[in-house]
């Protein structure tokens, strides 16, 4: 069964602090893995892609990484803001319309 | 441009009663798709277009019904609503530019059925 794994559920960090969500995926075919960051009351917004081929890839703050070998991903977030609270998604794209959602890790950075 | 514009934002029903959920994309993509969202769950894919003209099942497609009306706009109905149809509902949409572009999704239609 294709599932998308998220840990943890759920994180208090202060702010200025790094954090790692980690996300396990056992999905067949894999076309890619993307993160979502969800605010409260919005839509997912799309943070970053790993394909394949991809070890790491950042957007500012935020570092990807993927070891395909294993199936894991993990979300870095550095010197964190109160603006990143939010539920953070993994999603793994599987074939060309199918989307597998973990459940998300939800993120609350206190001052 | 506005993106994925969802109405209405938030609905009550009662159980038995009707509703369509409107959606629409000003971004020229070719496939949408009708996600729930429920607590301690991902989100679910109810209903998909692939193109205009096209619809497919999701995972959870019993109970609703959708139509592809032209290209910018796809809706979903609910033709009886049941308390289990209880959740947040998103619209999605995606450009046909190849395997690495994003879903993009509205704000969202929070919806209660008592």
């Known amino acids: 069964k294709n599932q998308v794994e998220q840990s943890p559920q759920s994180l208090i960090i202060l702010e200025g602090k790094n954090c790692t969500l980690q996300?396990?995926?056992?999905?067949?075919?894999?076309?890619?893995l993307r993160w979502y960051k969800q605010d409260t009351g919005r839509g997912p917004v799309s943070l970053t892609i790993?394909?394949?081929?991809?070890n790491t890839k950042s957007n500012g703050r935020y570092t990807a990484t993927l070891d395909a070998d294993t199936k894991q991903s993990s979300l870095h977030i550095t010197a964190s803001q109160l603006s990143d609270s939010a539920s953070y998604i993994c999603?793994?794209?599987?074939?060309?319309?199918?989307?597998?959602f973990g459940t998300g890790t939800r993120l609350k950075v206190l001052a | 441009n506005a993106g994925v514009t969802q109405t209405p934002k938030f609905q009550v029903l009662k159980t038995g009663q009707s509703m369509t959920l409107q959606c629409a994309q000003d971004?020229?993509?070719?496939?949408m798709y009708w996600y729930r969202q429920d607590p301690g769950m991902g989100l679910r894919l109810i209903y998909y277009?692939?193109?205009?003209?096209?619809?497919d099942k999701g995972e959870v497609p019993n109970g609703y019904n959708v139509s592809r009306l032209n290209k910018r706009e796809f809706s979903l109905r609910l033709e009886s609503a049941a308390p289990s149809q209880t959740s947040v509902y998103f619209c999605?949409?995606?450009?046909?530019?190849?395997?690495?572009?994003?879903?993009?999704f509205g704000n969202g239609t929070r919806l209660t059925v008592t």
């Open positions: 971004m020229n993509h070719n496939s």
């Open positions: 790993m394909t394949f081929s991809e």
């Open positions: 999603v793994v794209r599987s074939g060309t319309y199918k989307y597998i």
């Open positions: 996300c396990n995926y056992t999905v067949s075919p894999f076309s890619n």
């Open positions: 999605a949409s995606r450009p046909p530019t190849g395997e690495v572009s994003p879903l993009h």
């Open positions: 277009s692939a193109s205009e003209g096209t619809t």
